[in-house]
């Protein structure tokens, strides 16, 4: 029922941007805090970027502060997350999540790769 579906991901140089989007649906999208979480090849998934029901209150993993910047448009039922000034260390799938008391949901993950 519900589901989030991830796009944007790619290859890019090390410096460069690109932004991905989070669509949602089957849920009352704008009741529910949302974050973007990444894992690296060996690494475990870490935490990026979560943005509170209405957009007001946003946080950042201090690697990417500053860099990324998360966004929602509820009218449109997604989130977005504008990353610039990439570097290699950033490529990773990146998911994004939502939560319900217990219940987690996640999306199916979009390949960011950052190389030169």
């Known amino acids: 029922q519900v589901q989030l579906v991830e796009s944007g991901g790619g290859s890019v140089e090390p410096g460069g941007s690109l932004r991905l989007s989070c669509a949602a649906s089957g849920f009352t999208f704008s009741s529910y805090v949302v974050s973007w979480h990444r894992q690296a090849p060996g690494k475990e998934r870490e935490l990026v970027a979560s943005i509170s029901n209405l957009g007001s209150n946003r946080s950042y993993a201090a690697s990417v502060k500053g860099r990324f910047t998360i966004s929602r448009d509820n009218a449109k039922n997604t989130v977005y997350l504008q990353m610039n000034s990439l570097k290699p260390e950033d490529t990773a799938v990146y998911y994004c999540?939502?939560?319900?008391?217990?219940?987690?949901?996640w999306g199916q993950g979009t390949q960011v790769t950052v190389s030169s």
């Open positions: 999540k939502t939560f319900r008391g217990s219940i987690s949901y």
